[in-house]
């Protein structure tokens, strides 16, 4: 199983980025997949999850309601997260993760950094 993630990089405050997770090795639909982000200096956290299948349950954290939007094309075995209004405080490394049952699965991490 791989999970790559892409679309990090640095951008200023107030704009916008949208990663992407391809993965492979699985069937992708039976997965519910979720965004994590680990902030230089502090544990991993939970972002953004979405159910399997049609992706009917999306899940968020306080921190990037409104401002995040996670989605998924079972099509393209990819999982996306969508944000807008990027604060310095949103500057993580962001990982994807698949998870079916007691299987859990972690892409590599992409680095986003916000300037003020």
């Known amino acids: 199983v791989q999970l790559q993630a892409s679309g990090g990089g640095l951008v200023q405050a107030g704009g916008s980025l949208r990663l992407a997770c391809v993965a492979s090795?699985?069937?992708?639909?039976?997965?519910?997949m979720a965004w994590y982000r680990q902030p230089p200096g502090k544990q991993r956290e939970l972002v953004a999850s979405i159910g399997s299948g049609g992706g009917g349950s999306r899940n968020y954290a306080d921190s990037v309601k409104g401002r995040f939007t996670i989605s998924r094309d079972n099509a393209k075995n990819t999982v996306y997260l969508q944000m807008n209004s990027l604060k310095p405080e949103d500057t993580a490394v962001y990982y994807c993760?698949?998870?079916?049952?007691?299987?859990?699965?972690w892409g590599q991490g992409t680095l986003v950094t916000v300037s003020s």
């Open positions: 090795g699985l069937t992708f639909s039976r997965y519910a």
């Open positions: 993760n698949a998870e079916r049952n007691v299987r859990s699965y």
